[in-house]
C-alpha cells in the first residue's frame, strides 16, 4: 500500500490533519485506539481507499508505511501520547520517524526524543495550531529537535501547512531538542493573555453601558482600522453576536469558569524559572485560576461585603466616544506588551537550552493558521528581521506608545474608580510597560534598602561602585 505517512489519533485535529495531507497528495495510513472513529471517518471521505487508509490494530498501520516510517501522534497530549508511543515503538524499526503534535511540555519532549533515540528511532516534538479549522485548511506547525530528521518529514509539512502572504508556509524548523514545543508554549501563553485582553474590553463595554450589538459594530469598526486585524478579534466579534432563541446574549448565560490545559501555566513558571518578567501572561493563567473559584466569589459577594463601586456605570453622552478611543489605544499597548514578553521568554529560553531558535524565522509561521494570526504579526516579524538585538518589542513601535500611553493610563483610573470591574491583564500591561520603561525604579531602591536593614544583604550605589551597606537603629 505504501503509505508516505501515518496518523494516529483521529480527533479533531488528527481526522481534519489527515484530509488536508491527504488532499495534498499524500496517501495517509490512519489509525484511532478505538477502531469505531476510524471507520466512521474513512465513511464521510471520497478520499478513503484512494488516498486515505484505516487501520485496525498497529502491526497493519506500521506495515503499510514506507520506510522509514513517518507516525505523526494527534492523540491527547500527556500520559496518552506517552501510552501511544510505547504501543507504537514496538512495531517500528531502527530509523522510523515518531513526530508528536501535542501541547507538550518542552522538557517532556526531550525526555521522549532520548528514549527514542537510545532504542535507535527518531522524534521530533511538532506543536501545531489553528484549532479544527487550521488543521484542515492549512495550520501553523513548530518542530523542534534533530535538523535531518525534520527534512524528512519537511515537504509533507509544508505542503499541509498555511501559507502566509508571501507565500511562505507557516512552519520553520525552531531548533534543537524541545525548541518547537517551546514556541508552541509560548504561542498558547500569548494566546492566553490576548484572549484576556479582549473579553476584559468586551467586559468593560457591558459595564460601561453597551449592548452586545454595540459591542459586535465597536469591535468591527477596531477591526477596519487594520492595526488590530486578527483571528482573535474576530472570534471575540462572533462571542459578542452569538445569541440564544429568545435573542439574548449567549455570553450572559455561560458559566464564568474559564478551562485550561497547561501550556500558559507551564509558560508562566519557565519565565519566573530562568527570570523574565511576563506580567500579563501570569495574570492571564492567574485570571482563569480565579475564575475556576467560583463557588468561593458566589460566597463571598454574599456576604454582605459589597466590592464598591458596584457594576453598572454608564458613559456619559459625548464622552463615550472619547472614551473608547482611549480603550483602543490601551488595547494596542496591551497586546503589544504581551508579545514583547511572550519574545523575551523565548529570547531567554533559548539562551538557557542552547535551542538555536531564529526569533524572526519563528514569529513569522505566526503569520497565518495559527491562533495568533493577524496583522500585527507582520510588523513584529520585520522589526526583528530589521534588528535582531531589539532590547524589546515595544521599541519598535514608539508611536503606538507615544500616542497611546496617556490614554491608556487614563482609561484604567477611570475604569478602576467608577466600577469594579476587574482587568487583570489590561492593569499587568500597564504595569509591564511603565517599569520596563523606567531607568530608575524608585521602588527598588526601597526594597533594596529595607534588605539591608533586616538582613545586611548591602546594596549597589548608581553615584559609586562596589557594595555598600548603611548602619542601621536597632529596631527589635
Ligand atoms: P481529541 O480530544 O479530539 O481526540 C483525542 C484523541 O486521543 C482520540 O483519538 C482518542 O482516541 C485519543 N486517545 C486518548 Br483521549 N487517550 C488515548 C490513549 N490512552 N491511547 C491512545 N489514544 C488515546 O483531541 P484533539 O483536540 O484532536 O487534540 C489532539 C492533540 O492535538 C492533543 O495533543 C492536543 O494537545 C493537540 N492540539 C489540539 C488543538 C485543538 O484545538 N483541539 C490545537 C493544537 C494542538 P479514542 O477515540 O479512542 O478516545
Redesign the pocket.
Known sequence: MSCDCGII??????SNLALNIAEKGFRVAVF???YA?TVEFLGTTPLAGRSLFGFEHYQDFVAALTKPRKVLI????G???D??IKSLREHLEPNDIIVD???AHFKDQGRRAAELEAGGLRFLGM???G??EGARKGPAFFPGGTLSVWEEVRPIVEAAAAKADDGRPCVTMNGKGGAGSCVKMFHNAGEYAILQIWAEVFDVMRHGGMSNNDIAAELQAWKDKGFLTSYMLDITIEVAKAKLHSGNPLSDVVRDKIGS?GTGLWSAQEALEVGVPAPSLNAAVIARQMSMFKDERTQNASCGIRVLPPVSWSFIGADKEAFLCKLYHATKLAIIASYAQMFQCLRELDKVYGFGIHLPSTIATFRAGCILKGFLLTPMTKAFEANPNLSNLLCAFPEALRDGLQAYRDMLSEVTAKTSVSLPVLSASLVYINTMFSSVLMSAQVVSLQRDVFGRHGFERLDEPGSHSHQWPELQ
Open positions: 489519533g483521529l480527533g479533531v485535529m488528527g484511532n485506539r478505538t472513529k494527534l492523540v491527547q497530549a500520559a496518552a501520547t501510552a501511544t503534535t501535542g501541547n506543536g501545531i495550531s484549532g479544527e490545559k
